[in-house]
């Protein structure tokens, strides 16, 4: 029997197709449809024959991270009924990932588990065209849809028999794949080309910031009042002193301390007992997201027993993640940008707090820098949980411009990081 003996043309079929293709059974178009064992046989991270299970079925191909083996009896009990060869196509039939299909790419014998189907292309149909079609949204959806089962979901193999599959002729098929190809291809490169641009979007960003701190962003104006007579209004007992590093700097510039200008504050301390409904929000790691405050996320409260005026988070304050297991989190600062009544920092957190508020959007920028990161991942090192004591952000030092040069740097990086910004929101679209 060829596949013109057969009526193919059936009453509700997805879609017309052209005159010179058929609808046809996946069946009769395949020599094969099976899946792996329905055992759970011993596997262990060495052995004599790979083990394929769900996990290693990608869209990209078979991956072998985390692959386990099976010994030789095994897997011939296995392969007898179940013989994946390179070209076949393998299917995803049970639980989150049903529907995930991949051409096999492996040059060897090796077992499957019963969540994978097994499906032997015919010379009927090419392998690539047969994979690009499961792969698409309509065969996708359309399997979503009759998936049954009860704590994990699945299709069986008389799902699978019951496949309708759009045939167009060998030579087309096989035209068909490689215009998929060639627009996959296009796609990856412009997905890559995206990520290469987010990429040089947060060097730049990093590049600004470093300029910025080193008095290379805005020019300096020879009129603006000296740092070190701001230093003399926050501190009148302040003592100048020829630190050496302030003779490098730009005109005008002073080194200093973050004690010099800040306040450090520690977090509240409670009872897990104590935790309410309403009460003090206490903020925590969560709450420090994308460089700034979020003060609704995850909210824990305490009794207003527990209130302290000085933890209380106040507009400009910048909150520091001071303990944590991640060395990529330590550090990690947010700014807020305005009272939050009825709120405070948990213990894990510090505020550093401006002595002067118009000082404050400057030394954000300055926790902002790639320096400041560095500085803090280095000093806060511990074997098992991260911890920034009160004198590492204390001693930590920064260079002050003129209060005028704050301001003209702190407009500059607003309307560089705001174009920046427009080009990464045009990218996630």
């Not at 899946?35 to 869209?59: C, L, M, Q, R």
């Not at 990932?97 to 009927?124: M, R, Y």
């Not at 990520?195 to 080193?214: E, P, R």
Request: charged share 20%; hydrophobic share 35%; proline share 5%.
């Amino acid at each position: 029997m060829t596949i013109s003996d057969t009526p193919h043309y059936q009453q509700d079929v997805p879609f017309e197709v052209p005159s010179s293709w058929v609808w046809c059974c996946i069946t009769e178009v395949t020599n094969k449809i099976t899946d792996g064992t329905h055992n759970s046989p011993i596997n262990t991270p060495k052995g004599e024959y790979k083990y394929v299970t769900a996990k290693n079925i990608k869209s990209s191909g078979v991956i072998l991270d985390n692959i386990t083996f099976v010994s030789k009896e095994v897997h011939q009990e296995i392969y007898s009924r179940c013989n994946p060869e390179k070209g076949d196509i393998l299917y995803i039939k049970d639980g989150a990932t049903t529907g995930i299909a991949t051409v096999n790419t492996l040059d060897e014998p090796f077992s499957l588990l019963s969540s994978v189907a097994l499906i032997k292309p015919s010379h009927w149909i090419s392998n690539k065209y047969l994979l690009y079609y499961l792969q698409s949204s309509l065969c996708y959806s359309s399997v979503r849809e009759t998936m049954k089962g009860v704590g994990i979901t699945r299709i069986t193999l008389k799902l699978i028999e019951k496949w309708q599959i759009p045939l167009p002729p060998f030579a087309e098929q096989k035209r068909i794949a490689i215009e998929i190809e060639h627009w996959f291809a296009l796609i990856d490169q412009i997905e890559q080309g995206k990520a290469d641009l987010q990429t040089t979007i947060k060097h730049a960003k990093s590049k600004i910031l470093d300029l910025a701190i080193h008095g290379k962003l805005v020019p300096q104006d020879p009129n603006d009042e000296p740092a070190i007579e701001l230093l003399k209004r926050i501190n009148p007992d302040f003592t100048p002193c020829d630190n050496g590093h302030s003779r490098k700097l730009p005109q005008g510039w002073y080194s200093v301390t973050v004690n010099e200008v800040c306040s450090i504050i520690g977090g509240v301390s409670y009872n897990k007992a104590d935790i309410q409904d309403t009460g003090i929000r206490v903020l925590r790691g969560g709450n420090i997201q994308g460089g700034k405050v979020i003060d609704c996320f995850d909210d824990v409260f305490i009794p207003l027993s527990y209130q302290n005026n000085d933890n209380q988070v106040q507009h400009g304050d910048i909150i520091v993640v001071a303990s944590t297991g991640s060395q990529t989190l330590i550090g990690k600062t947010g700014f807020a940008d305005r009272d939050i009544p009825k709120t405070q920092i948990g213990a894990f957190l510090r505020i550093v707090r401006s002595k002067q508020k118009t000082l404050s959007p400057y030394i954000r920028l300055i926790f902002q820098t790639d320096a400041y990161k560095d500085y803090i991942r280095n000093v806060a090192k511990g074997s098992n949980i991260n911890n920034v004591k009160n004198a590492h952000l204390q001693n930590y030092q920064i260079c002050l411009p003129p209060l005028e040069e704050q301001q003209r740097i702190v407009q500059k990086i607003e309307e560089l990081f705001s174009f920046l910004d427009d080009i990464q929101t045009a990218l996630e679209v």
